[in-house]
């Protein structure tokens, strides 16, 4: 699920704060990727640097707005 999740973020950085896919901006379009799409994010990643690296730590931050 991550992997789909990073590739819509990857794929729409325009609808995404900080390409934070917890932050998405409102009113905003996003496509999403075909599976073929996806799988030349992953082998495009894998054969540049032969490791597995996620770009997108801060998605796993959890932020609380409020009182």
Known sequence: MNVVKSAV???NKHAF???NANFMFANKK???PSVNEIKNLI???VNK???I???FS???DIYYFGN
């Open 53 to 55: 690296t996620n770009d």
């Open 30 to 32: 996003l496509y999403l």
């Open 9 to 11: 973020v990857l794929k």
């Open 43 to 45: 082998y495009k990643n």
């Open 58 to 60: 801060r998605e796993q």
């Open 17 to 19: 704060v900080r390409n």
């Open 49 to 51: 640097n032969k490791n």
